[in-house]
T-cell receptor, first 111, second 115 residues
Framework: KNEVEQSPQNLTAQEGEFITINCSYSVGISALHWLQQHPGGGIVSLFMLSSGKKKHGRLIATINIQEKHSSLHITASHPRDSAVYICAAQNYGGSQGNLIFGKGTKLSVKP | KAGVTQTPRYLIKTRGQQVTLSCSPISGHRSVSWYQQTPGQGLQFLFEYFSETQRNKGNFPGRFSGRQFSNSRSEMNVSTLELGDSALYLC??????????????FGPGTRLTVL
């Protein structure tokens, strides 16, 4: 079993829909990262959180430490949100070397 | 401020050859991490450098090595290339003001194809 599981693997939505991507992890963490990867490979770090909730524009990330679960929400989705979203759990012990990645969720938003 | 740059962007090599990839972090960033991304395994951590010292290494064979220079630029080297080394190699930099949980900024990646 992977230490970081994401669901769904693939997601197709209509423009304007509310989207939720889930991430469950089985390790103790110091932080949970959400990354966005567009076709072509470039990765952007969206959120880094260790508790509660963070919001940036139409994106919201939440984490429940007790349940070892995090969600990424996109409100009023737009075709430009089409990308692969990757969550990564950062183990205790420091350094970026302890990042364990999920397999990613491929989101396609249709106009 | 310029972002993370990686050179070359694309590379084609044959089995048995060696390759060196370069990463220039954002100015002022002292930590550089390297990752390999393949369709089958996804993103996997290779190594992390801070102030010219390797802080952490992922579960890769010794054919994969790296170093960091005094200006924080980093190189990674893969010797005796295998077909399975075909991947997107990404580097990321961070300021590392604290010991962990710093935001990483990723470069565009180098796509390596081994024939």
């Amino acid at each position: 079993k992977n230490e970081v599981e994401q669901s769904p693997q693939n997601l197709t939505a209509q423009e304007g829909e509310f989207i939720t991507i889930n991430c469950s992890y089985s390790v103790g963490i110091s932080a949970l990262h959400w990354l966005q990867q567009h076709p072509g490979g470039g990765i952007v770090s969206l959120f880094m959180l260790s508790s509660g909730k963070k919001k940036h524009g139409r994106l919201i990330a939440t984490i429940n430490i007790q349940e070892k679960h995090s969600s990424l929400h996109i409100t009023a989705s737009h075709p430009r949100d089409s990308a692969v979203y990757i969550c990564a759990a950062q183990n205790y012990g420091g350094s970026q070397g302890n990042l364990i990645f999920g397999k990613g969720t491929k989101l396609s938003v249709k106009p | 401020k310029a972002g993370v740059t990686q050179t070359p962007r694309y590379l084609i090599k044959t089995r048995g050859q060696q390759v060196t990839l370069s990463c220039s972090p954002i100015s002022g960033h002292r930590s550089v991490s390297w990752y390999q991304q393949t369709p089958g395994q996804g993103l996997q951590f290779l190594f992390e450098y801070f102030s010219e010292t390797q802080r952490n290494k992922g579960n890769f064979p010794g054919r994969f090595s790296g170093r960091q220079f005094s200006n924080s630029r980093s190189e990674m080297n893969v010797s005796t290339l295998e077909l399975g080394d075909s991947a997107l190699y990404l580097c990321a930099s961070s300021i590392l003001r604290r010991s962990f949980t710093d935001t990483q900024y990723f470069g565009p990646g180098t796509r390596l194809t081994v024939l």
